[in-house]
């Protein structure tokens, strides 16, 4: 075995299953043996799928023998734990869902199952999605394959870290305020948070409703251009999902951005921001004017008051949805003398400590007396925040600030104090706010570890998104560096049987 | 601010969370500590800002009353603590007289 299979692209590995040089199931075997030499120390997946990617791997080789292969057919795929599956234990990194079946799939699921995609895990996450460093998880963080001493963000940390790691070639994760972006930055991969409306959730465990939205990683823009291709469009079974023609996203890359007008708001300066990484970004947006792009000045002067909006908003809603874990339908289930003992048991001892917090704080603002204080006012607040964007968009096409205003930290770091945990969200939480896509791509390093530059576009315009990524990707050489953890290996076994 | 034990005692019931006496403490410290940094909000004149609940120019969605299959009830049960007669059960909670 000389060559590393996991490194390939989805564009390079489609070639050359389709060429039949390699086979689905050697692709497959390759991932399967990274998983074992690293996920003892990156701890990506909750549960892994070896026996149901087999299957899928196998099928996929007869279906590519018969030239009827789709663009995802033999592709090894992780999914956020959050994502239903029928053949295996969707958790949400909670205890209360410990050993649940989902019997159907998310709408996700199904259609990357119908391209014949292979399930190699469920990635880890923190507990409900509630979290920016996995160390929320009810089953242990995940550690970030650039430092394994710090997180690879959350909540979807597992879906980033295995994509960094080559566990898997491309994930699906989910975005409330950033957790898709955030976890993509902190482990250098391409993250993606479509429009509010464009990817279906049905079968995605409900975190906050008007926020929620299922995206894909990968380590270009590319493979995650085919990804939300799959995965875009309505579905009858989600009428939050908008019935608008889904683009040929590849097409869209062309590598072209000379007369694009990019915005940049002053409002993205935030004290507690990483001078390094502030450097970084401002680089990486010299670059693009060099490739043609016009940087203007924006403003987007409600961006202050994204974060506290957010912590009324996504708990109130939240604490609407978890009630549905009462310990009689499905999960954990103690039993109490009586039915309100049972449920105080079962949510008091199944949910962890970030989702109690949160559904306190939904249950204040939502409860008599503080109603109109906390929640309406932060929905009016809303729409201050989407105003500021409505404008911004009307003098840009896409809008370019930091992804998180620091590097990976170190575990436990912000464990103590919840309002530092949350400020890392801050330049991601906007765009959930106003139902925008957000895409995040590597564009350099600060203390050696990875730094992120986020875009922001019109709604269901992740085609122009996805075109500036590209451009700035194809112009710069981030997405190539490898995780030390990796190349450590690629150097054991420079050639013959690796261990 | 500082939240009163009584109100977190209360949310706490309404939430239908069981807390221990440390969890409640915790709750009532870091609640307060979290209202305090949103209450920023309250600076901003919102009198004539209509609230966005969503983004999306979605209204109702509609579909015909027809009758369609639903999940086998075998499998939907089999997640439950406890079934009867293709049913969840649950303690009483009417008392019998």
């Not at chain 1, 989702?355 to 204080?373: C, F, H, N, P, Q």
């Not at chain 1, 990976?408 to 104090?417: K, P, V």
Request: proline letters at 6%; hydrophobic letters at 40%; glycine letters at 8%.
């Amino acid at each position: 075995m000389s060559e590393d299979l996991t490194r390939l692209t989805v564009t390079e590995a489609r070639a050359r299953l389709d060429r039949r040089e390699i086979s689905a199931v050697e692709l497959l075997e390759a991932h399967l043996e990274r998983i074992r030499q690293v996920e003892p120390q990156i701890h990506a997946f909750i549960t892994l799928t070896e026996e149901v990617a087999r299957v899928q791997a196998e099928e996929a080789d007869r279906r590519i023998a018969r030239s009827d292969a789709a663009p995802l057919t033999g592709i090894p795929v992780a999914l956020k734990d959050v994502l239903c599956t029928v053949d295996a234990p969707t958790t949400a990194g909670s205890r209360i869902l410990e050993g649940f079946r989902s019997p159907y799939d998310a709408t996700v699921v199904r259609k990357l199952r119908e391209q014949g995609a292979v399930f190699v895990g469920k990635a880890n996450t923190d507990e409900f999605a509630m979290g920016s460093s996995t160390e929320n998880s009810a089953y242990g963080p995940t550690r970030n394959p650039w430092d394994l001493d710090r997180v690879p963000g959350g909540s979807s940390g597992g879906s980033a870290a295995a994509v960094a790691a080559g566990e898997a070639m491309v994930s699906l994760g989910s975005d409330t305020g950033g957790s898709i972006r955030q976890p993509a930055g902190f482990c250098g991969v391409v993250g993606i948070k479509p429009t509010y409306g464009r990817v279906s959730r049905y079968g995605l465990v409900a975190f906050a409703s008007s926020l929620d939205q299922i995206g894909p990683f990968g380590r270009t823009v590319e493979d995650v251009a085919i990804v939300l291709e799959a995965i875009a469009g309505h579905d009858p079974c989600d009428s939050t999902s908008v019935d608008t023609p889904v683009p040929d996203y590849r097409a869209a890359l062309t590598g072209d951005i000379r007369g694009l007008r990019v915005g940049v708001a002053a409002e993205y300066q935030v004290p507690g921001m990483d001078p390094e990484v502030e450097r970084v970004v401002d680089e990486a947006i010299a670059e693009l004017q060099r490739l043609g792009a016009e940087i203007v000045p924006v403003s987007l002067p409600h961006t202050k008051y994204a974060l506290a909006t957010y912590y009324i908003i996504a708990p109130s809603e939240a604490s609407a949805n978890l009630a549905r874990y009462d310990g009689v339908k499905y999960g954990l289930s103690l039993q109490g003398e009586t039915l309100l003992e049972s449920y105080l048991q079962t949510r008091g001892r199944g949910f962890g400590p970030e989702v109690k917090r949160r559904i306190m704080l939904g249950t204040y603002a939502l409860s008599a007396g503080y109603y109109d204080a906390y929640y309406v006012k932060a929905q009016k607040v809303r729409t201050l925040i989407k105003r500021d964007f409505d404008q911004a968009f009307e003098r840009v096409d896409v809008i370019a600030a930091p992804t998180s205003p620091t590097v990976a930290f170190r575990f436990g770091e912000r464990t103590a104090d919840p309002i530092q945990m949350y400020l890392s969200d801050v330049f991601t939480i906007p765009a959930n706010m106003a139902g925008l896509p957000g895409i995040a791509v590597p564009c350099g390093f600060a203390h050696g570890l990875p730094v992120s530059l986020q875009f922001m576009g019109r709604a269901f315009d992740e085609a122009t998104l996805l075109r500036v990524a590209d451009a700035y990707e194809q112009a710069t050489a981030w997405h190539r560096a490898v995780p030390p953890l990796v190349a450590a290996l690629a150097a054991r076994a420079p050639s013959g049987e690796a261990e | 601010m500082r939240l009163s034990r009584d109100v977190v005692d209360h949310v706490a019931m309404l939430a239908r969370l069981g807390l221990t006496e440390e969890e409640r403490e915790r709750m009532r410290e870091q609640l307060s500590s979290i209202l305090e940094h949103v209450s920023l909000i309250q600076e901003l004149d919102t009198e004539a800002i209509p609230p966005t609940a969503q983004v999306i120019a979605l209204r109702n969605v509609w579909r015909e009353d027809e009758v369609r299959p639903s999940l086998p009830l075998e499998e939907v049960l089999k997640n439950a603590p406890d079934a009867e007669d293709n049913m969840f059960k649950v303690n009483a909670v009417l008392e019998q007289s």
